[in-house]
């Protein structure tokens, strides 16, 4: 059975700072991987997307890398801003499902 | 071209009672999955149609019921609401593979 973890579950950062935000999965059997941004009380907006057969993606300060053998992807965001406070969700997609983790909720300090 | 839709963007229910909720895939797209957002979880998979038949199915009780119309958009239906359905409800539509969602219905049971 698929699991999906994300480490840490919370993360305080000055703005400015780069980070890093780490998702585990247990099965490599994947479709492809999701990285999703959501804000309170809203729904999910796709980051990133990584295919299977891809190694990483990037979207202006965002890089996101993706490991099947070790089961690993990683979520890069440089020079952080008070507007990227959210909660980031870690998702990937086997046939017809796509499994979550429980997100890590990001808080950047002006 | 429109992206997923879905109807209500929030509904307020009473224990017992019976809640359907709505949802119009990407144009081209003709598979629709259902997932439940609970507090501070995140999403799990219902199930997912296509061709107007359940396909797969995650562990949600028989309580929680689907449709999918021929022009591919669905309903998910939940009868006898218990105070813990209170959840963001969110559709997402594929056609081969990548699933897009859309903005979700935030039900709230009392």
């Known amino acids: 059975k698929q699991e999906v973890t994300q480490i840490p579950a919370a993360l305080s950062v000055p703005e400015g700072e780069n980070l890093v935000l780490n998702c585990s999965f247990t099965?490599?059997?994947?479709?492809?991987l999701q990285w999703f941004r959501q804000d309170p009380g809203k729904g999910l907006t796709s980051l990133l997307l990584?295919?299977?057969?891809?190694r990483e993606q990037t979207s202006g300060r965002l890089n996101a890398s993706l490991d099947k053998s070790s089961g690993r992807s990683t979520l890069y965001i440089a020079a952080s801003q008070p507007g990227d406070s959210a909660t980031y969700l870690c998702?990937?997609?086997?046939?017809?499902?796509?499994?979550f983790g429980k997100g890590t909720r990001l808080h950047i300090l002006p | 071209d429109a992206g997923v839709t879905q109807s209500p963007t929030h509904l307020i229910k009473t224990r017992g009672q019976q809640v359907t909720l709505r949802c119009s895939p990407k144009?081209?797209?003709?598979?629709v999955s259902w997932y439940q957002q609970a507090l501070g979880q995140g999403p799990q998979f219902i199930f997912q149609?296509?061709?107007?038949?359940?396909?797969q199915r995650g562990n949600f009780p028989d309580r929680f019921s689907g449709h999918q119309f021929p022009n591919y958009s669905s309903e998910l239906n939940v009868n006898a609401l218990l105070l813990g359905d209170s959840a963001l409800y969110l559709c997402?539509?594929?056609?081969?593979?990548?699933?897009?969602f859309g903005p979700g219905t935030r039900l709230l049971v009392l």
């Open positions: 149609y296509y061709e107007e038949e359940e396909r």
């Open positions: 990584i295919q299977s057969s891809q």
């Open positions: 099965d490599s059997a994947i479709y492809n």
């Open positions: 997402a539509s594929s056609l081969t593979g990548t699933q897009y």
């Open positions: 144009s081209g797209h003709d598979t």
């Open positions: 998702a990937v997609q086997e046939d017809d499902k796509i499994i």
